[in-house]
C-alpha cells in the first residue's frame, strides 16, 4: 500500500482541549498538501478553518464529545452550528448510558435525528468501544445501520482504549452494506495504519500518519 493511498483514508485530527489556531493551521496545511481525507477538529475552529481554507479541504467535527451523554437537543444544536459553519462531516458520540440501560430506542431515534440535520453530508457515529460488551456492539452495528449513519466509528481517543483490529472484524461481520467504518484511538504507527485498513476500516482517525508518512 503506497503512502498517498494511507493517508486518502486519513481524518488528520488534533481534538486536545489546548489546540491553538496556530497547531490547527499547520493541521489543515498538512491536510491539504498531503490530501487526507478530512482534517477532525473542534467545533470552535470549523468557522475560521472554513473561512480560511473553504472548500480546500474537507472539514469534519465532533458532537456531544467526548463522554456522548448531553441531551439529544444539545447535540441536535452543536450539529446545526456546525453544519452551518462550514462543516461537511460530523462524527457524533452516542449515549452510552442509554446503551448500559438498554434504552436502544433512544440511541436509535437520536442518531437518526442526527442523520436526518446531515443529510447527505456524512454521519459517522462513535460508539466508545472500550465500555462496551460483544452483545452491546453487535446490538448497536444494527442500530446505526437502522438509523442511516453512513460510518461506525470506534472511540473518541479519550477513553479507557483506542481501536482494536477484533472490533473491525466484528463490525464487518454485523453493520449492512451501506455502512462503513473508521478506526481512531492509539493508532500510531505504519504497521497499525496498514493492518486496520486492511482488516476493512475505510478511514482511520490519527494526528500520527502525516508525521509517519510525509
Given at each position: 500500500?503506497?503512502?498517498?493511498?494511507?493517508?486518502?483514508?486519513?481524518?488528520?485530527?488534533?481534538?486536545?482541549?489546548?489546540?491553538?489556531?496556530?497547531?490547527?493551521?499547520?493541521?489543515?496545511?498538512?491536510?491539504?498538501?498531503?490530501?487526507?481525507?478530512?482534517?477532525?477538529?473542534?467545533?470552535?475552529?470549523?468557522?475560521?478553518?472554513?473561512?480560511?481554507?473553504?472548500?480546500?479541504?474537507?472539514?469534519?467535527?465532533?458532537?456531544?464529545?467526548?463522554?456522548?451523554?448531553?441531551?439529544?437537543?444539545?447535540?441536535?444544536?452543536?450539529?446545526?452550528?456546525?453544519?452551518k459553519?462550514?462543516?461537511?462531516?460530523?462524527?457524533?458520540?452516542?449515549?452510552?448510558?442509554?446503551?448500559?440501560?438498554?434504552?436502544?430506542?433512544?440511541?436509535?431515534?437520536?442518531?437518526?435525528?442526527?442523520?436526518?440535520?446531515?443529510?447527505?453530508?456524512?454521519?459517522k457515529?462513535?460508539?466508545?468501544t472500550?465500555?462496551?460488551?460483544?452483545?452491546?456492539?453487535?446490538?448497536?452495528?444494527?442500530?446505526?445501520?437502522?438509523?442511516?449513519?453512513?460510518?461506525?466509528?470506534?472511540?473518541t481517543?479519550?477513553?479507557?482504549?483506542g481501536?482494536?483490529?477484533?472490533?473491525?472484524?466484528?463490525?464487518?461481520?454485523?453493520i449492512?452494506?451501506?455502512?462503513?467504518i473508521?478506526?481512531?484511538?492509539?493508532?500510531?504507527?505504519?504497521?497499525?495504519?496498514?493492518?486496520?485498513?486492511?482488516?476493512?476500516?475505510?478511514?482511520?482517525?490519527?494526528?500520527?500518519?502525516?508525521?509517519?508518512?510525509?
Open positions: 500500500m503506497t503512502d498517498q493511498e494511507i493517508l486518502s483514508r486519513i481524518d488528520h485530527t488534533l481534538l486536545k482541549a489546548t489546540a491553538s489556531w496556530q497547531e490547527i493551521k499547520i493541521l489543515c496545511d498538512e491536510a491539504v498538501f498531503y490530501k487526507t481525507a478530512a482534517v477532525c477538529i473542534p467545533p470552535s475552529y470549523v468557522q475560521p478553518v472554513y473561512a480560511e481554507y473553504g472548500k480546500d479541504m474537507v472539514i469534519c467535527t465532533v458532537i456531544g464529545f467526548p463522554l456522548g451523554y448531553s441531551a439529544t437537543a444539545a447535540k441536535v444544536t452543536e450539529t446545526e452550528h456546525a453544519l459553519d462550514g462543516a461537511a462531516e460530523i462524527d457524533m458520540v452516542i449515549n452510552i448510558g442509554d446503551v448500559k440501560n438498554s434504552h436502544f430506542d433512544s440511541v436509535h431515534d437520536e442518531i437518526k435525528t442526527i442523520k436526518t440535520l446531515c443529510g447527505e453530508k456524512i454521519l457515529v462513535i460508539i466508545e472500550c465500555y462496551l460488551s460483544e452483545e452491546e456492539k453487535i446490538r448497536l452495528c444494527g442500530i446505526v445501520t437502522a438509523a442511516g449513519a453512513d460510518f461506525i466509528k470506534t472511540s481517543g479519550f477513553g479507557t482504549a481501536a482494536a483490529i477484533s472490533d473491525i472484524t466484528l463490525f464487518r461481520q454485523h449492512g452494506p451501506h455502512v462503513k473508521k478506526a481512531a484511538g492509539g493508532i500510531k504507527t505504519r504497521e497499525d495504519l496498514e493492518a486496520f485498513i486492511g482488516a476493512g476500516a475505510d478511514r482511520i482517525g490519527t494526528s500520527s500518519a502525516v508525521k509517519l508518512l510525509a
